[in-house]
Nanobody
Framework: QVQLVESGGGLVQPGGSLTLSCVAS????????MGWYRQGPGYQRVMVAA???????TYSDSVKGRFTISRDNAKNTAYLQMNNLKPEDTGVYYC?????????WGQGTQVTVSS
């Protein structure tokens, strides 16, 4: 089963940018659809961006035009480029990998947007 490790979170001012990374191991990365999810304080975990193995991408309405999901299969890594960050983007960001019945989550990385 694939294992995932996220990194790149931190504290950023409104309008700032961060890039999250998710490194996969233990599986054939190119076979997995990848997604990024956010869990804000007191909220359920929600999808913000997803990319399937064919390259099709979906974004939540709240991040369209600001976030970009990408993947580098040669590096077994998925990315989430986040621009023009807003306080409501604050939360723990998790990456998720899915291949048929095999699904894995990373441990999460905290993103705090505050002045």
């Amino acid at each position: 089963q694939v294992q995932l490790v996220e990194s790149g979170g931190g504290l950023v001012q409104p309008g700032g940018s961060l890039t999250l990374s998710c490194v996969a191991s233990g599986g054939i990365f190119s076979l997995y659809a990848m997604g990024w999810y956010r869990q804000g304080p007191g909220y359920q975990r929600v999808m913000v961006a997803a990319m399937n193995t064919g390259g099709s991408i979906t974004y939540s309405d709240s991040v369209k035009g600001r976030f970009t999901i990408s993947r580098d299969n040669a590096k077994n890594t998925a990315y989430l480029q986040m621009n023009n960050l807003k306080p409501e983007d604050t939360g723990v960001y998790y990456c998720n990998a899915v291949h048929y019945t095999d699904s894995a989550w990373g441990q999460g990385t905290q993103v705090t947007v505050s002045s």
